[in-house]
């Protein structure tokens, strides 16, 4: 079992940055491809981003692509996802997960194996 808790939403101004944060505890946390997903209001969860093992990869949605990085830091068993020049339309909860394949395919339709609580994010204009 892999337990995931997300951290860092809030409310912020269009324009705006937040960093949330994901951490992870349970198993060896470097043989888990970590991803980002979010939830807004009346619509399906979507994919944001994902980073392989030891980061050497990175994969975006193209909505957030230039605004959005994910980072890891494999020492503390932690994800981030920095998000800059927020939009109204990024109002979402925010979900991390995790999966031990790193098969992008999978990973855009939230085939992922643990999944944390989530935490809100409101971009207000």
């Known amino acids: 079992q892999v337990q995931l808790v997300e951290s860092g939403g809030g409310l912020v101004q269009v324009g705006g940055s937040l960093r949330l944060s994901c951490a992870a505890s349970?198993?060896?946390?470097?043989?888990?491809?970590m991803g980002w997903f979010r939830q807004a209001p009346g619509k399906e969860r979507e994919f944001v981003g994902a980073?392989?093992?030891?980061?050497?990869?990175?994969f975006y949605a193209d909505g957030v692509k230039g605004r959005f990085t994910i980072s890891r830091d494999n020492a503390k068993n932690m994800v981030y996802l920095q998000m800059n020049s927020l939009k109204p339309e990024d109002t979402a909860v925010y979900y991390c997960?995790?999966?031990?394949?790193?098969?992008?395919?999978?990973?855009?339709?939230?085939?992922?194996?643990?999944w944390g609580k989530g935490t809100l994010v409101s971009v207000s204009s």
């Open positions: 980073v392989s093992w030891s980061a050497e990869s990175t």
């Open positions: 997960a995790a999966d031990r394949a790193f098969i992008i395919a999978l990973i855009k339709k939230g085939v992922m194996d643990y």
């Open positions: 349970g198993r060896t946390f470097s043989n888990y491809v």
